[in-house]
Every structure is written in C-alpha cells, then in structure tokens.
C-alpha cells in the first residue's frame, strides 16, 4: 500500500515578528494600551496618596468604628448618635433601598396602566394619559421632588387639623401616620405570605400546563388571593400567638404611636414614582403596538373580550420587547434617588455627605457610594436580564 500523500496538509504559518504583520501591530498596541493606562492609574493613585500625606490626612477605613456623633431622622433599624459610622452609613443604605424598591413595584404598576391608557379606544382617557406622560417626561426630576415636598410640608394642615381619609391614617405636613402590628404572631404572618407566594408559583405553572392541555383558563388571580389572605390567617390562627394593633393617636403637637412616613419620604417616593411611571409607560405602549396586529384580531376571533386579549396573548408577547428598556428604567429610579439629598432624606449620600465632613475621609466616602450604587444597579441588571433570558422564545 501506498502511504497518503502529505501535499494536502498545510503547515500553520509563523506569525512574523515584522511591522507589516497585521496580527504584530494589534499586539504591541494592546501592550502600549495597557501601559498606558496602567500608568496613569499609578500616576493618580501616588499622586493622591502624596497630596494626602503632605496634609497629614490618614486613609482608610478605620474610621466607621469609630462613634458617629449625629442623629438620623429616619432609621429602619436601632440607631443612636452613640453608634459607629458603619452602623449609620448602613442605615443610610437601607433607606435608598427602601424607597428605591417601593417606587419600582408602584412606578412600574403605575407606568403599565397609562401606557394601557395611551392606546384606549376612549378618546379623553388616551388625551390625559398622553399629557401626563409629556409633562412630567420634560420637567426635571428636582424640580418635581421640590415641588411634591412643598406640598405635603407647605399646603397640607398641621397635626391637630389632619386629613382623616381612612380610619387610623393621618395626613399631615408632619407625614403620613398609620397603623402597625405588633407581636409574636407577625413572624407567622409574614412566614404565611411566603408560603402562599411559593403556592401561587406552583399554581400558575399548573394552571399555564393544563391550559395547554384543555384550553381551559384557570381563575388565577382569584384564587391567588384566596391563598394570600387565608394560608397566613391560618398559620396565625393555629400557631397561637398574639398580636395587637398600634394605632397612632394625637398627643401633645405630634402623634404617637403607629408608623410614619415623613414628608421627605413621601416627597420623594411620589416624585420617583410619577416621574419613572411616565418612561415606563412609553415602554409598555411601544411593547403592545409592537405586537402584530393580526394578533389582537385572530383573539377576537376567537370571542375573547379586550381584557382577555391584553393579558393572555398581548402582555406576554409583548413583555419581550418591554423588558430590556425597563430595565435602564429601574436603574434609573434606583440612581435617582440620590436626588433625596436636595430634600433632606437621609439616604446613603446624605449620610456620607455628613460622614466624611465630620472624618475628612472624602475619598473612602465617595468609594463607598460608587460601590453601593454599582453593587445594587448590577443586581437589578442580572434578576433582570435573568428574566428577560427565561421568557425569550427558544428557537427549535
């Protein structure tokens, strides 16, 4: 036998360490980018170190052990001027946190029906939804924060004249007052509502198959709050313990008692929210109209009412073009609410503010808050792009 030919087999070429190798240039610039910017991180790092020594200027991080000095109006967790810089810089980020993830779930309910309202066949409600959004798109977010705090500080009444719009809620230019719950019995509460949110997950995925199986529509929504009320009365009911109702009531030139929302809270939380709301509702009219047309008629065809159509076929079709700009709408409520500052709400750039003036630690201060917004955008990023990834159509 004749061994096989070795003529078809062609060598890899050597890379030649020549100018005129397109491949040699690629990499010799790649070097002289890297040390290029390698050089100017080391210029500005010494250069920072020096300047700080020359004026006597300790770094670090040692400083958030040690006792904070200064009062925090709102605080989620124990708080006192006797406590550490980290525990008050903390504080300050359960209190972004707070109201950044409050505003999501309301601007993104409120952004959802004013774009529904922007294709309404009803002339009136499509004109006034189309207005608010071109308003509030085009008036700065400042300027809207300042307007809302003058007007729960400024307009609403004092203390003993507040609104009284439902039994155990007060309104004020002190803030919202209203009922809270205490006891034992609020942990098996709050274990309930967990529950039933893992049943609601089982039950939809059940409902979703054997709709697909029979063409039969499970009342989701109904029996999902069926679940949410009764599964936590239940386990309230047989764990056998306690609890009891605060209500706030008027003594003295203030209420006592209950839960407050402070105007700067309330301020800012509406602001966000009217704000952001007016972007997600072009997002949502843009992620219906992008559904075909064909898709609305051949629901119709079928007998489905309009509010049928919208939320068995439209939204979930439509939800693959609404994802990815929702998404740079939550990092920007999230990113925005560092305006709270101009207001006086005490969130992690209010709180840094004050720390590093009392410290001198500016540049620690200014890291911590980079890492904090980055940390929290990045997180809405990956849920989101996770749940953009899960509800993508799977090509077969």
């Known amino acids: 036998m004749t061994k096989p030919k070795d003529s078809l087999v062609v060598p890899p070429a050597r890379r030649r360490l020549s100018w005129n190798d397109p491949g040699t240039r690629s990499i010799i610039?790649?070097?002289l980018a890297l040390l290029a910017v390698g050089g100017a991180a080391w210029f500005l790092i010494h250069n920072t170190l020096s300047n700080l020594s020359a004026r006597n200027i300790s770094t670090g991080f040692a400083f958030l052990d040690r006792e904070a000095g200064f009062a925090i109006g709102e605080t989620p967790i124990a708080y006192s001027p006797a406590s550490t810089y980290g525990r008050a810089i903390t504080v300050g980020l359960l209190n972004t946190l707070r109201v950044a993830l409050i505003g999501i779930v309301l601007a993104t309910i409120l952004g959802t029906l004013i774009g529904i309202a922007r294709l309404s066949s009803n002339w009136l409600i499509r004109k006034i939804s189309s207005i608010y959004v071109e308003v509030m798109r085009n008036v700065p977010l400042l300027l809207q924060?300042?307007?809302?705090?003058?007007?729960?500080?400024e307009t609403l009444p004092g203390p003993r004249q507040a609104l009284h719009p439902l039994p155990g809620i007060f309104v004020s230019n002190r803030g919202v007052q209203m009922p809270t719950v205490h006891g034992d019995g609020l942990l098996w509460l709050v274990i309930g509502v967990l529950v039933s949110v893992l049943l609601m997950i089982v039950m939809a995925k059940w409902a979703r198959k054997n709709q697909e199986k029979t063409g039969q529509i499970f009342p989701l929504v109904r029996w999902s709050l069926v679940l949410l009320i009764?599964?936590?009365a239940v386990l309230w009911f047989f764990s056998g313990t306690s609890m009891s109702l605060d209500v706030p009531e008027l003594k003295g030139f203030n209420f006592a008692g209950g839960m407050t929302l402070s105007p700067e809270f309330a301020a800012l939380l509406i602001g966000l929210v009217i704000y952001?709301?007016?972007?997600i509702a072009e997002v949502v009219r843009s992620g219906i109209q992008a559904v075909n047309r064909g898709q609305w008629e051949a629901?119709?065809?079928?007998?489905?009412?309009?509010?049928q159509v919208l939320r068995l076929i439209v939204l979930p079709q439509a939800l693959r073009v609404i994802i990815p700009p929702m998404t740079s709408q939550y990092l920007n409520i999230t990113k925005n609410s560092s305006l709270a500052v101009a207001i006086g709400y005490p969130d992690i750039v209010s709180v840094i503010n004050t720390t590093l003036n009392q410290t001198g630690q500016a540049i620690e201060g200014i890291m911590m808050i980079m890492?904090?917004?980055?940390?929290?955008?990045l997180s809405i990023s990956v849920f989101m792009n996770w749940y953009n990834k899960r509800i993508a159509l799977v090509e077969r």
Request: glycine residues 6%; aromatic residues 20%.
């Open 29 to 31: 610039y790649q070097i």
């Open 145 to 153: 924060l300042f307007f809302w705090y003058a007007i729960i500080s």
């Open 230 to 232: 009764v599964v936590p």
């Open 276 to 279: 952001t709301a007016a972007f």
């Open 299 to 307: 629901a119709e065809a079928l007998g489905l009412k309009r509010g």
């Open 371 to 377: 890492a904090a917004y980055l940390t929290v955008s």
